[in-house]
């Protein structure tokens, strides 16, 4: 009995390990359709490459930082117990390597190739996996001081801000440094128009990562007799919460709709195991107008050109859901209990901080050696004739 447990778990996270891998197709293709045409190429090969630049670093670095596990040891110990410590590790790879794909969203269509690489691998190695080994593996006693402050841990079931905020968050800072997309804003204090090279393809995106977050989010229990269906319905309700927001804030504009259910399910992740359905409604609403009130704020008053919109999606839905946790999971809003307002706060707020010293120390050095962004003619180009010598459509020659 007991081999067949550790074989179901095994096969359990094996399969949330795949439905979150799928997710960085979303990623490749939200990027794909928003980006102008002259950078869908470099769009699906950042994604693939970051990905694996996130898995070997993961494995020699990150995942030994959050979780002290080293993988090198023989493969008769890998082996042991069906190999559930590896397939866990490529479980928790996919949430590392999300880092860089959300920033990858914001930085797009301007960023040098090379530079964004050395930032992925000293993000996923060492930025990342600190602050998710102190949320989820209890280092430096952190949890048990909000713990002794608060009456609670710091609760992010599924990553609302270990994974989204930090990424979100991060990525601010790197936009900023990297300054706007060419003629984004004008002299005269007009807006350029940057539209979208390919809506069917941006819903595709979105479509993705929407099926995929069921595994990102019922799979975090790692354990099969920890499977709760409370996780499922409630992302499922934040979703079309996120969507019905966007579509009604956003008066219909279908990158706002396609936006609103990642939104949702973004503020969901840390409760989604706590909530009431109802309230998981709730909190999925409120994320999917955050993201069209911010996303306009940020793009068209303060000019921060943050392309997909990471930071309001991923930056502020996040520490929404991290703060909606402690608010939604109590029993006087139908919830199950065991969290503290407070400790949520106090856990978002140390999640922020830390992204936002990690961006600027990581994108703050790479700007000053090695430069972050094309030159003025590479942009005009594209980042697709420009990197990869190579383009998307075949009415235009590649630039050998």
Partial sequence: MEALKQGADTLFILLGAVMVLAMHAGFAFLELGTVRSKN???A???????????????????????????????????????GYELVKFFFLLTFAAAIPAIISGGIAERAKFWPQL????????????????????????????????????????????????????IALPAVVLLGARSNRYRKDGGISAHPPSSIPFLALGAWVLTVGWFGF????AQTLDKISGLVAVNSLMAMVGGTLAALVIGKNDPGFVHNGPLAGLVAVCAGSDLMHPMGALVV??????????MFTLTQNKWKIDDVLGVWPLHGLCGTWGGIAAGIFGTKAMGGLGGVSLGAQFI??????????LGGLVVYGLLKATLGLRLSQEEEYDGADLSIHKISASPDREANW
């Avoid at 999925?284 to 009130?293: D, P, R, T």
């Avoid at 707020?349 to 936002?356: C, E, H, I, K, T």
């Fill in 40 to 42: 869908q190429i470099n």
């Fill in 44 to 82: 699906l090969v950042k994604i693939l490459v970051d990905f694996s630049v996130s898995t070997v670093v993961y494995f020699m670095v990150g995942y030994g930082v959050a979780y002290g596990t080293s993988f090198f040891v023989g493969a008769e110990v890998l082996a042991a117990k069906n």
């Fill in 118 to 169: 050395i930032a992925t691998a000293v993000i996923v190695g060492l930025v990342y996996p600190f602050f998710e080994g102190i949320v989820w593996n209890q280092h430096f006693g952190v949890q048990a001081w909000i713990k002794g402050l608060t009456g609670e841990e710091f609760h992010d079931f599924a990553g609302s801000v270990v994974v989204h905020a930090l990424g979100g968050w």
């Fill in 217 to 220: 989010n019922v799979m975090s």
């Fill in 284 to 293: 999925g609403a409120v994320a999917g107008g955050i993201f069209v009130f």
């Fill in 347 to 356: 856990g978002t707020a140390m999640g922020v901080a830390w992204a936002l």
